[in-house]
């Protein structure tokens, strides 16, 4: 085994030396942050503070947690509406999960000053599951007002009504 001491070169012209302050990767708008957040004529841009709050993330929790079965809809009462409250004792426990049920993801949209939609993504075991809701702020707290399932518990027997 032998062990040369200088560098091998490379025969192409940009491996030289110098040559490499020539060679950048192309700026494309993926690799290049925005200098500036352009502001358009409806209103701030769409995804301006899109970190979900903290206390919204914690309602979507704790209607996972619901859908899972291991909380009861009556645990809700101040932070849901009747017909949610109703929507989620028909719901409970239609989502298998033998773990604790854990968000992937909470996406939300803001829709009026004091309203806002959100989705939720919900890792169990080895399958995915998607809700959302529509949440009103109510004296200081998230009220869901609307709640829709991606509706793979409805198989199981599950009263639908007719529509």
Known sequence: MSYTPH???????LCTRGAS???????TPARTPQRRVPVRRCGPPPLAGHRTPGDLHLLAQRVAEVLVGRRTPEALRAQVTVPVRE???RMRGTVACELAPRLARVFHQPVDSDEMEANAVIRCDRRSRVFAFRARRDGGRWVCTRLETDGAGRHRGLPVEPG
């Not at 302050?21 to 700026?27: D, I, N, W």
């Open 7 to 13: 560098r091998h070169h490379c025969p192409r012209p």
């Open 21 to 27: 302050a020539h060679h950048r990767p192309v700026r």
């Open 87 to 89: 929507e989620l004792r």
